[in-house]
């Protein structure tokens, strides 16, 4: 008798290139695609980190996010947008696969269990954004880095949290906190005296961080 074969994990239909699908090794730096491209795929990391940035027309560049492992990214092209409102780099050796914006849609409609976890992610990025939201409205810069750096390091992610990598520079720490280098410098030592985070080659974040993102009450002044 022949025993049912057990159902395919979504994340197994990225785990090779086929139709529609190509796998794409990029080294530090190197740019996946670049505000203005045409918007025809859907990126999802398999490994390594990515950083999303937006230009302004007076050439000031914003970091948006850093995305790691199993995180989507230029989803926008399956809801009609036709050309990419931001530029993705990597940050780090990293494996990208491209899905071309059909092969998603097909995805979608006749893998019920890929569309759930591409749903489950949408929700998870929507949730983010809120909380960024709230994050630089209402709480203090040191209390803003010490979120990122336990977003950064995978804490409250499936799967054991990881170092974060030294290439991530405290000027773009800065940048996505909304404060300066100096700032940052002076909450990076503190936090490394408080025994919060260690440097070994890269930024250990200890979950004893977690207290000071828990336990402090929000306020404004910075």
Request: glycine share 6%; net charge positive.
């Amino acid at each position: 008798m022949r025993l049912p074969t057990a159902p395919l994990r979504p994340a197994d239909y990225l785990a090779q290139a086929g139709k529609g699908r190509s796998i794409t090794n990029y080294s530090k730096n190197q740019a996946v695609f670049k505000q203005g491209d045409v918007a025809d795929a859907v990126f999802y990391v398999q490994k390594g980190k990515v950083r999303v940035s937006i230009i302004s027309d007076r050439g000031k560049e914003a970091i948006v996010s850093i995305l790691g492992p199993d995180e989507f990214f230029g989803e926008g092209c399956i809801s009609g947008q036709a050309l990419r409102i931001a530029t993705v780099n990597a940050i780090a050796e990293s494996i990208v696969v491209r899905i071309e914006k059909e092969e998603m849609n097909r995805l979608l409609r006749e893998k019920p269990l890929f569309s759930q976890m591409f749903r489950t992610h949408l929700l998870k990025r929507t949730m983010r954004i809120e909380a960024d939201l709230i994050d630089q409205l209402f709480n203090s810069s040191e209390r803003r880095l010490a979120r990122l750096l336990l977003i950064l390091a995978n804490y409250g992610s499936e799967g054991k949290p990881e170092p974060i990598l030294a290439k991530i520079s405290q000027e773009t720490l800065a940048e996505m906190v909304g404060t300066t280098r100096s700032r940052v410098s002076f909450f990076m030592n503190r936090f490394r005296k408080l025994g919060f985070i260690s440097y070994n080659g890269h930024i250990e974040v200890h979950k004893s961080l977690l207290n000071l993102v828990l336990h402090e009450q929000p306020h404004i002044h910075n």
